[in-house]
C-alpha cells in the first residue's frame, strides 16, 4: 500500500493542478485574486499535500504569484508581457532549430517532422478552411514544434521551451482558434505553414543560421496573430485567458 501512495499524490497534484489552471483561464478565479491551500482544497477535493504542489507548479507557469504574507494571487498580465513570451519562446526555438541542423539530424529522424508537415499541408489547401480543420491544426502544429524541438537533442534546451511554452498566450498554437475567425485567417496560416516548410529545408542542408532566424520569425508571426485577435474583439471568446490580459503594450 504504501508504494502506491507516492503515485497517488502525483494523480492527485496533477487533477488538482488541472481543475485551479481550468479555473484561472475560465475567468472563476480572477487577476488580483488570492489563493489559499484551503480554498484550493476545497475547490479541487484533492489534499492539502497534492493541493500546495499543484500551487506551485502554476506558480511555475507563471499563472500564480506567491504571496509574502502566505498563499498565491492570480497573475495579470500586459499585452507585453505576451509578447515577450512569445519571443522567448521563438529565440528559444530557433536554437533549437540551429542545434538540430548543426548536429546534422538524419534523414530517419526528419521522417516524423516531414509527416507532420505533409498533414498541416493538406490541412491548408483547403479554402474556406473549416473550423473542425483550425481544430485540427492545433494538434498538428502542437506537434510539429514539438517534433522540431527533440531534434536538438538537448535535453536542458527541450526543458527551457516547455516552460516557455507553459503559459497559453506563449504555446505555438496559443491564438489559432481566435485567428481562425479573422478575415486574415487564410493568409496566415498559409505563411506559417511556408515558414515551416523552410525550416525542415534548412535543417536537411544543415544551415543552422538560416533554420534559426525562420523559426524566430515564427514566433513572431504569432506576435501579430495576438495583435489582430485583441483588435478584433467578435471572437476572444476563442482566446484561452483572455481575462487575464489586463493592457495593451505601450
Given amino acids: 500500500m504504501s508504494?502506491?501512495?507516492?503515485d497517488r499524490s502525483v494523480s492527485q497534484t496533477v487533477r488538482a493542478q488541472l481543475a485551479l489552471r481550468d479555473q484561472i483561464l475560465t475567468g472563476r478565479l480572477r487577476p488580483g485574486e488570492r489563493i489559499s491551500e484551503l480554498q484550493a482544497v476545497e475547490s479541487t477535493g484533492a489534499s492539502r499535500t497534492p493541493v500546495r504542489m499543484a500551487l506551485v507548479r502554476l506558480e511555475e507557469e507563471g499563472l500564480l504569484e506567491a504571496i509574502p504574507s502566505g498563499g498565491f494571487m492570480v497573475k495579470a498580465f500586459s499585452e507585453r508581457d505576451i509578447l515577450d513570451s512569445i519571443e522567448l519562446r521563438g529565440t528559444l526555438e530557433g536554437l533549437a532549430a540551429r542545434f538540430a541542423a548543426e548536429r546534422g539530424a538524419s534523414a530517419r529522424s526528419l521522417e516524423p517532422l516531414k509527416q507532420a508537415l505533409s498533414?498541416?499541408?493538406q490541412l491548408v489547401r483547403q479554402d474556406p478552411i473549416s473550423e473542425e480543420?483550425?481544430?485540427a491544426y492545433v494538434t498538428l502544429n502542437a506537434r510539429f514544434h514539438a517534433l522540431l524541438?527533440?531534434?536538438s537533442a538537448s535535453a536542458p534546451l527541450i526543458r527551457q521551451i516547455d516552460r516557455a511554452s507553459a503559459l497559453p498566450f506563449a504555446s505555438p498554437s496559443g491564438f489559432v482558434m481566435a485567428q481562425s475567425k479573422l478575415p486574415e485567417a487564410h493568409q496566415i496560416l498559409l505563411i506559417?505553414?511556408?515558414?515551416?516548410?523552410?525550416?525542415?529545408?534548412?535543417i536537411e542542408n544543415r544551415e543552422g543560421s538560416r533554420a534559426e532566424a525562420v523559426m524566430r520569425e515564427h514566433a513572431r508571426l504569432a506576435a501579430r496573430n495576438l495583435r489582430l485577435a485583441l483588435r478584433n474583439r467578435t471572437h476572444l471568446d476563442l482566446l484561452p485567458g483572455l481575462r487575464l490580459i489586463q493592457s495593451p503594450a505601450i
Fill in 133 to 135: 480543420a483550425f481544430s
Fill in 119 to 121: 498533414d498541416i499541408d
Fill in 149 to 151: 524541438t527533440e531534434l
Fill in 3 to 6: 508504494e502506491r501512495e507516492p
Fill in 192 to 202: 506559417a505553414n511556408d515558414h515551416h516548410h523552410i525550416v525542415v529545408d534548412a
